[in-house]
């Protein structure tokens, strides 16, 4: 027994050595240890437990458990979300506390600030400070308010309102150009935006700026504009005027060439009327013509806004040749293949016309019409002569478009004889400053490079 007392104290004493230093390192003082069996009441009064847990008095003024923890925040994500990082507070700032948990930190000064930021989700701020208006603290969570143009959990992603369906083009009558956070409206070049920032509006420029074709005719177009010059003619963009197009070096015709001094009207006043009966009148024309271009009015009657008569050029189905197109009003009478564009020789046309009929000659084909045939077209042209008529070669003065098939300016040149007088430019009672030529020039042969 003696020798079994004597191990025993043996045992205890070796116990007591090993035993109080894994006290001493892992268990609250004496002082501390006895606090666990005394709990203190959250509210100091009477029914605590129908009060909610303050953060300040239970958790920083004194030590608090995870239960009270969840007393103060009545949730278990935040609860969860916030006692780990408690424990760290402690483990910083009381020292001898906790001290499994202590952990260095730099970013706050004392207890209180420490353990304060902790509930709080928005700091630090987890939101695109680009696209947030606020940040609203959760239960363990936060939700970032997004500005209008921004959307994701964090605000981070910007809305490309220029590709919402229901909105197309962001609205924009031309161009959409998203940027963060928003939008804009633009216009393509020639057009300006408009005051409600959304519609595009077309500049005149031949309003805005005058003198921007020089001496050619500016015509506005939609978004940009252009300036013309008459058949025969280019516009040359350095010196702002028009330039005679020098055909033969174009390489138009394929073998014989001339080049041809533009286009022009000229008008004539003439009297068609038989002197010997005054109820009669007569039209006899010869015309000696080399075309440059397959299209144009050659001779015409114009009466008010109307042409009675027209003798025109029209292109042919024919790759070589023109046809020739005779017309009363807006209807064809008939129409005619005749002409040869590069040829080195005149054409001859010959035609007579008065009230009983037309007739009508070319180098390849002849032919009469009657007015039996055509008998309300000839009544027209007859009326028309009774009245006042103008006589005009190579184009027409401005009339509506529905009055006739053919408007353009003849490019070429012509001789015209009407009944018995030979026509000059000269005596005409008014001719454009295009028309620079009286009769056809030579033609030249074209050389090949």
């Given at each position: 027994m003696r020798v079994l007392g004597g191990c025993c104290r043996a045992l205890l004493v070796c116990l007591v050595v090993v035993v109080?230093?894994?006290?001493?390192?892992?268990?609250?003082?004496?002082?501390?240890?006895s606090q666990v069996?005394?709990?203190?009441?959250?509210?100091?009064?009477?029914?605590?437990?129908?009060?909610?847990?303050?953060?300040?008095?239970?958790?920083?003024e004194e030590l608090c458990n995870k239960e009270e923890a969840r007393e103060i925040f009545e949730n278990n994500p935040e609860t969860e979300f916030f006692y780990p990082?408690?424990?760290?507070?402690?483990?910083?700032?009381?020292a001898g506390l906790f001290t499994t948990a202590r952990q260095s930190s730099n970013a706050y000064t004392d207890l209180r600030s420490c353990v304060n930021a902790i509930p709080n989700q928005c700091e630090p701020l987890p939101c695109n400070e680009d696209g947030y208006v606020s940040c609203k603290d959760g239960r363990g969570t936060f939700t970032c308010i997004c500005k209008s143009g921004w959307q994701g959990e964090k605000c981070e992603s910007d809305i490309n309102e220029c590709k919402n369906p229901f909105n197309i083009n962001g609205g924009c009558t031309q161009i959409c150009v998203n940027k963060p956070g928003s939008y804009h409206c633009s216009c393509k070049t020639g057009f300006v935006l408009l005051s409600n920032k959304k519609d595009?509006?077309?500049?005149?420029?031949?309003?805005?700026?005058?003198?921007?074709?020089?001496?050619?005719?500016?015509?506005n177009l939609p978004g940009d504009f252009e300036c013309e010059?008459?058949?025969?003619?280019?516009?040359?963009?350095?010196s702002k005027s028009c330039e005679d197009v020098d055909e033969c070096s174009d390489n138009v015709c394929a073998q014989l060439c001339v080049n041809y001094p533009g286009s022009g009207v000229?008008?004539?006043?003439?009297?068609?009327?038989d002197v010997s009966n005054p109820e009669a009148w007569q039209i006899n024309v010869t015309l000696n013509i080399r075309p440059s271009t397959g299209t144009g009015v050659m001779f015409a009657l114009v009466s008010g806004g109307t042409v009675p008569f027209a003798l025109s050029l029209v292109d042919s189905s024919s790759e070589k040749l023109q046809d020739i197109l005779v017309s009363v009003g807006n209807m064809v009478l008939a129409r005619i293949e005749a002409l040869s564009l590069c040829s080195s020789q005149q054409s001859h046309l010959e035609f007579r016309i008065n009230r009983k009929g037309l007739e009508l000659s070319t180098p390849l084909e002849g032919g009469t019409i009657s007015s039996e045939d055509l008998q309300r077209q000839f009544d027209t042209l007859d009326k028309a002569m009774k009245g006042t008529v103008a006589t005009y070669l190579g184009g027409l003065p401005v009339v509506p478009l529905d009055v006739t098939p053919v408007d353009a300016f003849y490019n070429g040149c012509m001789e015209v004889n009407v009944n018995g007088v030979q026509l000059d430019l000269d005596e005409a009672t008014f001719k454009h400053n295009d028309i620079r030529a009286h009769s056809c020039p030579s033609a030249l042969e074209n050389k090949s490079p």
């Amino acid at each position: 027994m003696r020798v079994l007392g004597g191990c025993c104290r043996a045992l205890l004493v070796c116990l007591v050595v090993v035993v109080f230093p894994i006290a001493e390192a892992n268990f609250l003082s004496k002082q501390h240890a006895s606090q666990v069996l005394v709990r203190k009441r959250r509210a100091n009064a009477w029914a605590e437990e129908a009060h909610q847990g303050n953060l300040e008095r239970e958790c920083i003024e004194e030590l608090c458990n995870k239960e009270e923890a969840r007393e103060i925040f009545e949730n278990n994500p935040e609860t969860e979300f916030f006692y780990p990082r408690y424990l760290g507070c402690l483990g910083s700032f009381r020292a001898g506390l906790f001290t499994t948990a202590r952990q260095s930190s730099n970013a706050y000064t004392d207890l209180r600030s420490c353990v304060n930021a902790i509930p709080n989700q928005c700091e630090p701020l987890p939101c695109n400070e680009d696209g947030y208006v606020s940040c609203k603290d959760g239960r363990g969570t936060f939700t970032c308010i997004c500005k209008s143009g921004w959307q994701g959990e964090k605000c981070e992603s910007d809305i490309n309102e220029c590709k919402n369906p229901f909105n197309i083009n962001g609205g924009c009558t031309q161009i959409c150009v998203n940027k963060p956070g928003s939008y804009h409206c633009s216009c393509k070049t020639g057009f300006v935006l408009l005051s409600n920032k959304k519609d595009c509006k077309d500049v005149d420029e031949c309003s805005v700026k005058p003198g921007i074709c020089g001496t050619a005719v500016c015509k506005n177009l939609p978004g940009d504009f252009e300036c013309e010059c008459a058949e025969g003619y280019r516009y040359n963009p350095t010196s702002k005027s028009c330039e005679d197009v020098d055909e033969c070096s174009d390489n138009v015709c394929a073998q014989l060439c001339v080049n041809y001094p533009g286009s022009g009207v000229a008008q004539f006043d003439i009297d068609y009327y038989d002197v010997s009966n005054p109820e009669a009148w007569q039209i006899n024309v010869t015309l000696n013509i080399r075309p440059s271009t397959g299209t144009g009015v050659m001779f015409a009657l114009v009466s008010g806004g109307t042409v009675p008569f027209a003798l025109s050029l029209v292109d042919s189905s024919s790759e070589k040749l023109q046809d020739i197109l005779v017309s009363v009003g807006n209807m064809v009478l008939a129409r005619i293949e005749a002409l040869s564009l590069c040829s080195s020789q005149q054409s001859h046309l010959e035609f007579r016309i008065n009230r009983k009929g037309l007739e009508l000659s070319t180098p390849l084909e002849g032919g009469t019409i009657s007015s039996e045939d055509l008998q309300r077209q000839f009544d027209t042209l007859d009326k028309a002569m009774k009245g006042t008529v103008a006589t005009y070669l190579g184009g027409l003065p401005v009339v509506p478009l529905d009055v006739t098939p053919v408007d353009a300016f003849y490019n070429g040149c012509m001789e015209v004889n009407v009944n018995g007088v030979q026509l000059d430019l000269d005596e005409a009672t008014f001719k454009h400053n295009d028309i620079r030529a009286h009769s056809c020039p030579s033609a030249l042969e074209n050389k090949s490079p």
